[in-house]
């Protein structure tokens, strides 16, 4: 694979010399960007003496089209350090020297290793651009905690360059079972109106259906993603959003796909819609709901590819009720979580099919979805 690392102005610099000597003796070739702050910390020769890099630096910026070259030429970018600084470039949109130009043009999801001091990291002005880079797609590894080069300890650390490279090395293997595959992702949570201002909705961060569309796309995967309601929109080379059910249910009948993973939150209930705007004229108002269609069971029945059910269930009963709509539904997989684990950023998944479990993984949905893929592509 031809990766190519972005390497910004850090002490945590040197780690990317090891990680590029990694990758290279994996037998990656290596392709490298110094920002003006990366290069007070390490030189270009150090790069191409361990791995035989090409190294490019803002000197080379203006020379033809580079950033748009190297984008094309990469099949992976990882930005390791990733300093406070650039992930609020890239997230801003600034593209004012090599690195960030080449992120801008750079077409598929790009991997962070973020390193700065415990205090940076709490920022909250940084807590907003991760959230930024990861709704739009990217990957944002996760930080060590331990010694920081100011001499305190905390959180911060970038990962260590044996953990970026095995994440890299991970994609080389989703790229050779995903790569050209169609891939149907739903995620979020339906919108049944109940007249034209309220609606009734499920709780849905979308995150895990995000992370999916990530790592496949990066996986060069053709993803299709379904947006449920008001969630971002994922990396995908084609976007659809919809509201209610049955807009779902039509839109998904009639799309072909190899794989179609249902991580949407539907509505099991709607109401008799009313146009308008229901006054509130009496102290008590009662609704009532119809049950929706079962868009996972249609696509069941009507099979064109494997389907994959995500399912919320109490503890003590998941693999039961997993297994119970794994048949019922005539799915291939179901990715089961346990209630209690809803709404923290750590999530716990257990994964099933036909012949029973397959997995159990836990992490952040980051994480998790890139076992998931893995798992699969080793089925
Ligand atoms: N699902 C669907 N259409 C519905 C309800 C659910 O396609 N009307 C899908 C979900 O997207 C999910 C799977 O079915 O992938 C299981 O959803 P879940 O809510 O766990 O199961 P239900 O079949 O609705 O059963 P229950 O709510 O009773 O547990």
């Known amino acids: ?3 190519l690392i972005g390497v910004s102005g850090s002490i945590a610099a040197f780690k990317s010399l090891i990680l590029a000597r990694l990758l290279y003796k994996e037998g990656h070739e290596v392709g490298v960007v110094l920002t003006r702050g990366a290069l007070n910390f390490i030189t270009p020769l150090s790069f191409q003496e361990l791995a035989g890099a090409r190294v490019l630096t803002d000197d080379d910026f203006f020379k033809g089209n580079t950033h748009i070259d190297l984008a094309r030429w990469a099949d992976v970018m990882v930005v390791a350090p990733a300093t406070y600084n650039v992930i609020g470039k890239v997230a801003s949109g600034i593209a004012d020297d090599l690195l960030t130009a080449t992120a801008a ?3 598929h999801p790009i991997v962070f290793a973020p390193a700065m001091h415990t205090e940076m990291w709490h920022n909250r002005i940084l807590r907003r651009n991760l959230d930024i880079l990861r709704g739009v797609g990217h990957v944002i590894l996760p930080v060590g905690e331990g010694p920081l080069a100011s001499g305190d300890v905390g959180e911060g650390r970038m990962l260590e360059p044996e953990e970026i490279a095995h994440y890299i090395s991970r994609l080389e293997r989703l790229m050779e079972f995903w ?3 169609r891939v149907v992702i739903t995620y979020g949570g339906t919108y049944e109106p109940i007249d034209d201002v309220r609606v009734i909705t499920n709780r849905s961060s979308g995150r895990m259906g995000l992370a999916l569309a990530s ?5 060069r995967a053709h993803v299709v993603a379904v947006a449920c309601g008001g969630v971002p929109t ?3 080379a084609e976007f659809h959003r919809v509201g209610r059910v049955l807009e779902l249910r ?3 009948l009639d799309m072909d796909y190899d ?4 991580a949407a939150a539907v509505s099991d209930y709607a109401p008799d819609y009313r146009p308008g705007k229901i006054k509130k004229s009496s102290d008590v108002l009662t609704l009532h709901l119809k049950r929706t269609v079962d868009v996972l069971s249609e696509l069941g029945r009507n099979k064109k ?7 919320l269930e109490e503890r003590d009963r998941l693999e039961e009720e997993a297994m119970r709509k794994l048949r019922e539904k005539n799915l291939d997989y179901v990715v089961a979580n346990p209630i209690d684990a809803i709404g923290s950023e750590r999530t716990e998944v257990f994964l099933f099919g036909r012949e029973g479990l397959l997995g159990r993984y836990s992490g952040n949905k980051w994480q998790v979805a890139s076992e998931i893929v893995m798992r699969l592509a080793s089925v």
């Open 105 to 107: 043009a750079f077409p």
């Open 1 to 3: 694979m031809r990766v």
């Open 234 to 236: 994922a990396p995908s």
């Open 259 to 262: 794989y179609l993973f249902m």
């Open 179 to 181: 790569a050209g595959k």
């Open 250 to 252: 039509n839109l998904l």
């Open 215 to 219: 790592w496949l796309s990066m996986a």
């Open 305 to 311: 590819g494997t389907l994959v059910g995500f399912a």
